[in-house]
Structure formats: structure tokens, C-alpha cells
């Protein structure tokens, strides 16, 4: 029998077992609609500001080469059943970036993704870190050492920064996936 304390029921009634995370089941809306309501940052952001996961990963899927586009769209897709833990807490929790691992890997494999990111989607990752970093929260980019040398300011215009309500930031992925399914087709 199922523990239900260790389980997750999905907006599609798929039940995803934390115990067993790569066995999960998901539609594509079970992923989109948690990071359209999940804020970035751990919330950490002025007032009145709105930065979802989701945006954050439209705006990644923005600054890359055509063949990386779906990949960095979904790049942050775990998160969907974790929030957006911030990485200094996962590195207390090795667990619990245990979980995201497999999460990542077992979503990868039913999207059709790879399983290791791209480094040119990490690299879309930290490039995003730092715009956020800068144009969101005001921050010094140069604090954080994995940011050094990084060159990112060329891509602010590609990228939409403002705050985005979750139902746009819905919308808006949505659009993007129409896009790369009809240039694949």
C-alpha cells in the first residue's frame, strides 16, 4: 500500500509517489500551471513584482540556438513538483537534490528531452541568473562567483523581464511550444 503522506496528486489526477519519483505520470499542464504560479527567487523580489519559473524558462528558451529552444524551455520542469528551492538549500539537502535529479531525468525521458542539460543551456541558465540578478533585484552580479567573466547584457532585448501574471506566462509558453512544434513538423 501507498503512503499518500509521500505523494503529490497532479492537476491531472496522475498521483506522483516521491518514493518512486521515475515512475511519474504527467500531463504537460502539470508542469506548465505550478510554474506559472510558482515565483522565482523564493519570492525574494520588490514588492509587486512577479517572476514566475515559467517566465524565467520562456525567457531561456529565448537566448538560445534554435536546436536548444525546447530544451531550455523545460529546463526548469522539475521544479513543477519542488518549487524553486533556492540552490544554497539544496546544497544542505543532498536528498533532496537527489529527488530533483531523478524528477529531471524521468520528465526528460517522457518529453523526448535529454537527460543532461546542454552546457549551452546551462549556459542560457546562468546567463538568465545574472539579467535577473541585475534587472529584477538590483544585485551586483560580481557577488556571485559563478557568474564571473559571464557576458550577458548583450541579451536583455531578447528577453522579457517586466512582471508577467501566471495566466500570461501560460499563454505565452503555450505560444512557444505551438512555435517549436510547427518548426519541427
Keep these: 500500500m501507498r503512503d499518500k503522506m509521500n505523494t503529490l496528486q497532479l492537476l491531472s489526477g496522475h498521483v506522483l509517489d516521491y518514493d518512486n519519483p521515475m515512475e ?16 522565482r527567487w523564493a519570492g525574494q523580489l520588490p514588492l509587486g513584482s512577479w517572476y514566475s519559473i515559467l517566465q524565467h524558462s520562456w525567457n531561456a528558451a529565448q537566448i538560445v540556438a534554435p536546436p536548444f529552444k525546447r530544451e531550455a524551455a523545460w529546463h526548469d520542469r522539475s521544479e513543477a513538483f519542488t518549487n524553486d ?22 520528465t526528460a525521458r517522457k518529453l523526448g528531452l535529454p537527460e543532461d542539460m546542454s552546457p549551452e543551456v546551462k549556459l542560457a541558465d546562468l546567463q538568465m541568473l545574472a539579467l ?9 552580479v560580481r557577488d556571485y562567483r559563478a557568474l564571473d567573466g559571464l557576458e550577458f547584457d548583450h541579451l536583455l532585448p531578447l528577453v522579457d523581464l517586466t512582471s508577467w501574471t501566471p495566466r500570461l506566462a501560460y499563454h505565452n509558453f503555450k505560444l512557444l511550444l505551438e512555435d517549436l512544434d510547427a518548426q519541427a513538423a
Design 24 to 39: 511519474i505520470k504527467f500531463e504537460q499542464d502539470d508542469i506548465l500551471i505550478p510554474l506559472a504560479n510558482n515565483c
Design 85 to 106: 528551492i533556492v540552490t544554497p538549500l539544496k546544497r544542505m539537502f543532498p536528498p533532496l537534490k537527489a529527488l530533483e535529479v531523478q524528477l529531471e531525468i524521468a
Design 132 to 140: 535577473e540578478i541585475k534587472y529584477l533585484k538590483g544585485g551586483d
